[in-house]
Each structure stands twice: as structure tokens, then as C-alpha cells.
T-cell receptor, first 112, second 113 residues
Framework: SQTIHQWPATLVQPVGSPLSLECTVEGTSNPNLYWYRQAAGRGLQLLFYSVGIGQISSEVPQNLSASRPQDRQFILSSKKLLLSDSGFYLC???????????FGPGTRLLVL | KNQVEQSPQSLIILEGKNCTLQCNYTVSPFSNLRWYKQDTGRGPVSLTIMTFSENTKSNGRYTATLDADTKQSSLHITASQLSDSASYICVVIHSGGYNKLIFGAGTRLAVHP
């Protein structure tokens, strides 16, 4: 069966520090991968999606970047965090061409 | 503009009671609609999936309805349990290119004993 992992579960970082959140998927090959951010009281906002290694599409301009160094690994990064980067970050995967997305447990980021 | 609006924003019910959550959307073209359950601090988990040709779909005590003409959906929870306390998110799939999900802000349900 397929599983999706995210770490860390929670993170507290100072403004201006770098960020690296990791997401890995097991039990499937060539998945579509997604990064979402969920702000309190708001719907999930798609940040990045990837249909293959090295292929990243950005949905909204922001202080973040994403990379996919391996087929089942998706990394969300920032060189300098802003206060507005605080939120709940969710990674998701789907089979290529299939619309059902499966979400990871999420990372709660607090920027102080 | 493609949007999904949910109501109420929050709801408190007593254990054993029924409740109905509402979802209105303006997404077009529309592929299908899903309801997700999200426990606090966890990722969303899919409850139901309906295409535009389906009117109702059940998953245990959860029943979702869809009216594609009025662009409205509802999620009915029967005989609520304490474990039903969570956020319920309506998600509409925008069928344009890749599978773009449009998320509602969710309804936060609290079931009290």
C-alpha cells in the first residue's frame, strides 16, 4: 500500500532563517506531487506541483521554492523565512492522470 | 472566478444528532466534487467523490448530495459520534489541464457528549 511521509511535524523558526520541509511517498512510481499551505480559517492553497523529477510548477509567486530530486521525494524550501510563511503545510500525491489526491500528515510551521 | 464556499463556518451538535453541511461552488468547467474530513493537525482524508452526473453518494454514516444545476452540494452526517469532530472540506475539481483542486475553507464540526 502507498504511504506518504512529511517531516518535521512541527517547526519553529526565526524570521530570516532558511527552511527545508521534506515529503516522501512509498508504494508508487512516478506520482504527481503537490505542496499546499493551509492558513487558519482558509482553504488549502496549492503552492507547487510536480509531474516528474525536476519538473516543478508554481501556482503563486512567493518566498518559497520546491524541488524534486528523486521520483518520490518533494522538498519545500526557503532561503529567508517571513512571518507570513507561518502555516500548516501539506504534501499530497496522486497517480499520474488520476484526480484523487492523498495527503500527508502535514507540517506546522511557526515563524517568529 | 473559481470559488468554493461552505456554510456554516462552525457547528456544535450533541452526540447522536444529525447534521447537514453545505457547499456552493462557481468552478467551471467542473469535473467532480469531493468531501474531505480533516482532524485537527492532520492531513485531509477523502470521504466521498461524486461526478457531475451523480446526485448522491454514501460512505457509512456520511451521505453527500450534488445538484450540478444549482452548483450546490451537502454532506449529511447521521447519528453523530464524538469522533466526527473535525473540519469537513468541500473540494471541487477544476477540469482544465491537470487536476486542479479548489478547496473550500471548511466547516468545523464539534460533537459534544
Amino acid at each position: 500500500s502507498q504511504t506518504i511521509h512529511q517531516w518535521p511535524a512541527t517547526l519553529v523558526q526565526p524570521v530570516g532563517s532558511p527552511l527545508s520541509l521534506e515529503c516522501t511517498v512509498e508504494g508508487t512510481s512516478n506520482p504527481n506531487l503537490y505542496w499546499y499551505r493551509q492558513a487558519a480559517g482558509r482553504g488549502l492553497q496549492l503552492l507547487f506541483y510536480s509531474v516528474g523529477i525536476g519538473q516543478i510548477s508554481s501556482e503563486v509567486p512567493q518566498n518559497l521554492s520546491a524541488s524534486r530530486p528523486q521520483d518520490r521525494q518533494f522538498i519545500l524550501s526557503s532561503k529567508k523565512l517571513l512571518l507570513s510563511d507561518s502555516g500548516f503545510y501539506l504534501c499530497a500525491w496522486s497517480d499520474s492522470g488520476v484526480e484523487t489526491q492523498y495527503f500527508g500528515p502535514g507540517t506546522r510551521l511557526l515563524v517568529l | 472566478k473559481n470559488q468554493v464556499e461552505q456554510s456554516p463556518q462552525s457547528l456544535i451538535i450533541l452526540e447522536g444528532k444529525n447534521c447537514t453541511l453545505q457547499c456552493n461552488y462557481t468552478v467551471s468547467p467542473f469535473s467532480n466534487l469531493r468531501w474531505y474530513k480533516q482532524d485537527t493537525g492532520r492531513g485531509p482524508v477523502s470521504l466521498t467523490i461524486m461526478t457531475f452526473s451523480e446526485n448522491t453518494k454514501s460512505n457509512g454514516r456520511y451521505t453527500a448530495t450534488l445538484d450540478a444545476d444549482t452548483k450546490q452540494s451537502s454532506l449529511h452526517i447521521t447519528a453523530s459520534q464524538l469522533s466526527d469532530s473535525a473540519s469537513y472540506i468541500c473540494v471541487v475539481i477544476h477540469s482544465g489541464g491537470y487536476n486542479k483542486l479548489i478547496f473550500g475553507a471548511g466547516t468545523r464540526l464539534a460533537v459534544h457528549p
